[in-house]
């Protein structure tokens, strides 16, 4: 059974920094690109960033460029989602995503996803 767990969210105040953590089990963990994704009630989901199999390719949405920054570790079957620098418009529910193969910006395209951790700034 596949299960991905995020953790890590929190409430904060404007400026501040979380970092996600998401601990896949039941899947070859290394072999696998990672996704996180975050949605607001009424809202699609929407992609944030996602990293390849060896953490060799990142890609980010424009909003989160130079804030947030994903990583691995393969060693712990954990992805991490470093977040800086927080604003009101980063409040959503996060979610981790595992998908074979190169990783993808569209939620369609992930198979496995876990339970959210809600993340909320306040300004």
């Known amino acids: 059974q596949v299960q991905l767990v995020e953790s890590g969210g929190g409430l904060v105040q404007a400026g501040d920094s979380l970092r996600l953590s998401c601990v896949v089990s039941?899947?070859?963990?290394?072999?696998?690109?990672m996704g996180w994704f975050r949605q607001v009630p009424g809202k699609e989901r929407e992609f944030v960033a996602s990293i390849s199999w060896n953490g060799g390719r990142t890609d980010y949405t424009d909003s989160v460029k130079g804030r947030f920054t994903i990583s691995r570790d393969n060693a712990k079957d954990t992805v991490y989602l470093q977040m800086n620098n927080l604003n009101s418009k980063d409040t959503a529910l996060y979610y981790c995503a595992a998908r074979s193969g190169a990783p993808k910006s569209s939620p369609a395209d992930y198979p496995f996803w876990g339970q959210g951790t809600q993340v909320t700034a306040s300004s």
């Open positions: 039941g899947l070859r963990f290394s072999t696998y690109a």
